[in-house]
């Protein structure tokens, strides 16, 4: 047990200050992004994720503090999203990652894409997902460029 506190309490320790900036509004965030999800059509709330860029899979250049901003946001939502109450799978926290980012003037894409994944005897079935990527960092989603095939990027005007 006492191996276990110390270590979250290095862990704890080593997180940025922006991190815990935005721990407690990045929950607070996924569980307003889950209600909007599940409340209100995707066409009425698709212009607030950015400017449309169909299908192109592209990433922002950042510069390096945005880099160090989006990492630190990254884990935040990556936490928050283990502790919340409700559903907080990729499509909440794509949006709550460009909310956050948004907020920083921080260059971002939002992206969605599918893939096939074999069910066994019933054939295929699609497989949808959401990440966020600004620069280099791949804030939400992980890294999904290579699994997944884009159907839709949202880029940051």
Request: net charge positive; hydrophobic share 45%.
């Amino acid at each position: 047990m006492m191996k276990v506190i110390k270590r979250k309490f290095v862990t704890a320790t080593q997180q940025s200050p922006l991190f815990y900036l935005w721990f407690i509004p990045a929950w607070l965030l996924l569980g307003f992004t889950r209600l909007v999800i599940v409340t209100v059509t995707f066409r009425r709330f698709a212009h607030w994720l950015g400017m449309h860029d169909g299908l192109a899979p592209r990433t922002p250049l950042t510069t390096r503090d945005q880099e160090i901003r989006a990492r630190a946001i990254s884990k935040a939502i990556t936490i928050a999203s283990k502790y919340a109450p409700w559903t907080a799978n990729c499509f909440p926290q794509a949006i709550t990652a460009r909310v956050i980012l948004g907020f920083y003037d921080i260059p971002y894409a939002l992206f969605f894409g599918v893939r096939r994944s074999n069910t066994g005897e019933e054939g295929s079935e699609l497989k949808a997902h959401a990440w966020v990527v600004s620069g280099r960092v791949s804030v939400t989603g992980g890294r999904s460029f290579g699994q997944f095939t884009s159907v839709g990027c949202f880029i940051s005007n």
